[in-house]
């Protein structure tokens, strides 16, 4: 594997968990951009970020896109897993085409996460049709998470729609302790309860994937999402 000279973009939870991830697997921390120095991107300079390979952001909603809008003409492959900004997307998609970068966005990094979404997707399959279950999304996060429903409850939502359309899959939201997140979905009818969970347990998980997507963009040109890169061997 190459050793990457990385741009850390945001020093928070998922900063700092990506950047001991990324030292203790072979890679250089080139640079971490904090909030204060950085209002509207300004810190995300050619001088800052020479010899960078690849830059990894996790800020916030209200400034992912500002950082993007910097990151992308400058050339900097760019792994985003900031959440709650998908209405920028398309704006930010015409961005790389037009820059001829390299993106790769996803609301959650977990691997498991993926795999869950498929069997929910079958599970879905299954109770099609059957009004007398009613079915809910529920998604629980620690109390400093901003967005709500989580990009992951959404992303779950479609997935579930695909399975059976015209059907509500309502996503009920708590935030509160310090949790990573945990996603569940449940089909209840008067007598039983049929339930798929996935749970994180620690925030490595999202900064194992965030880092194998920053090993595995560099080479590659559009936008893609975790998925592309989980899945690519099934297109
Ligand atoms: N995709 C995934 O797998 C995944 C997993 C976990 C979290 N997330 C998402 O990733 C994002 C970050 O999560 P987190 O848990 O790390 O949150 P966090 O602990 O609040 O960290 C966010 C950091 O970004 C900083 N920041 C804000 N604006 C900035 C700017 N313009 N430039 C540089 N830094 C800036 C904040 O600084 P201040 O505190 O000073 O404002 C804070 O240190 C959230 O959107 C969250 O939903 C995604």
Redesign the pocket.
Known sequence: MTSLRIAV???????KAVAALARERGHTIGTV????E??A?RALTAERLKGIDIAIE????D?VV??LERLIPLGIPTVT????WTEALPNIELLVQREGGALLH?????VGVHLFFRAAKALAQCFRGRPEFAVTIHEEHHA????APSGTALLLQQQLWQAEPGRRFPITSVRAGDAPGAHTLKYEAKHETVTLQHVSRS?DV?AA?ALAAAEWLPGHHGVFTFEDMLFEGER
Do not use: Q
């Open positions: 973009i945001g020093n928070g939870k998922m900063g951009v904090g909030h204060v950085n209002p991107g996790f800020t916030r909603p400034a500002a950082n897993g900031t959440t709650g996803a609301a959650n990094f977990s400093s998470k901003l967005d925030r999202f994937g």
